[in-house]
């Protein structure tokens, strides 16, 4: 497995999640809001975008599986760690590394509405909106990329390249 090219660099990234940042904090300006980040793959993202807001957040996370080892959806989604905190008449911000088929994060708006958040926003760093199978409003998203598998600043190919600053194409993704 080969890392192809860097598509994003540390810079950019920086300087597009402090306008994010700048953006969410204006919107919740008034509200108390709670920043939910889905585990694994958000854990650098959501550090950075949550230090980027000037605004009073609680921080909860939550796991899901969809793709295992492989490049391509599963199409199937389970929750292996949910939230602990009481998301009940909460302005909830779901904070996902990439939106891809849009499965992970249709699954986990209706999962999070059902459990009586207030309002549910979604902020996905990157959007692949060409491969959208299911229709998603992404409130908040940081870039828009056509093709290809991306790994780094969280994003993973089996469990490898989460610890890389910046963001690069993968030559050769498992299928
Ligand atoms: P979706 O359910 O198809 O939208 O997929 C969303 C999830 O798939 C993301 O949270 C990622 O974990 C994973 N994923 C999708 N595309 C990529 C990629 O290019 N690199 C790494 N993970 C990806
Ligand atoms: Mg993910």
Redesign the pocket.
């Known amino acids: 497995m080969s890392i192809k090219k860097c598509i994003l660099s540390q810079e950019e990234i920086a300087r597009r999640v402090g306008q994010l940042g700048q953006e969410i904090s204006l919107f919740y300006r008034h509200r108390p809001l709670v920043l939910v980040g ?1 585990l ?3 854990f650098i993202f959501m550090a950075d975008l949550a230090r980027a807001l000037t605004l009073e957040v609680e921080i909860d996370f939550i796991r ?1 599986a ?2 295992g080892q492989a ?1 391509t ?1 599963s ?1 199937v ?1 389970s929750l292996s760690k949910d939230v602990e905190l009481d998301l009940v008449g909460k302005d909830v911000l779901l904070v ?12 986990l708006k209706d999962f999070f509405l059902k459990k009586g958040a207030a309002s549910l926003r979604i902020c ?1 760093l ?1 959007d ?1 909106e060409e ?4 229709e ?1 409003t992404v409130d908040y998203r940081g870039f828009v ?1 056509k093709e ?4 780094g600043y969280g ?3 089996a469990e490898q390249y989460r610890n890389l600053a910046a963001i690069y194409h ?1 030559e050769n ?1 498992p299928v």
């Open positions: 889905v694994n793959g958000a899901v969809s793709y490049a959806s199409g989604i996902e590394d990439i939106i891809d088929t849009g499965q992970t994060l249709a699954f996905a990157i692949k491969r959208r199978q299911i998603v990329v290809g598998f991306l790994v994003l993973d190919c993968l993704p």
